[in-house]
């Protein structure tokens, strides 16, 4: 999972946006894990903080504050016979 934030520059205090961006992908996890009964070993978590925008012409777009979600799996092997 990864989250993208772009915001401003945070004040004294707060989250800055690798923070950001990693807390809401760590968020999307946790609920993963505890509603969607996915083991925490399945789950790996990333904050983009703006490098990877959706919508470069407009830094703004609501749509570059996001969280992606990535399945992979393998296939498993047919059974011997």
């Known amino acids: ?13 707060e989250l800055d946006n690798w923070e950001l ?11 993963l894990h505890a509603r969607g009964h996915i083991a925490s070993h399945y789950l790996g978590v990333a904050g983009r ?5 959706v919508n470069r012409a407009n830094r703004a ?7 992606e979600v990535v399945v992979e799996y393998a296939q498993r092997a047919a059974p011997a016979m």
Do not use: I, K, L, Q
Not at 1 to 13: F, I, L, N, R, S
Not at 21 to 31: D, F, G, M, Q, T
Not at 61 to 67: I, K, L
């Open 1 to 13: 999972m990864g989250a993208e934030d772009d915001a401003a520059p945070p004040a004294p205090g």
């Open 61 to 67: 777009d609501p749509a570059n504050e996001r969280v």
């Open 21 to 31: 961006s990693a807390a809401r992908a760590a968020a999307v996890a946790r609920v």
């Open 49 to 53: 903080a703006g490098r990877s925008p």
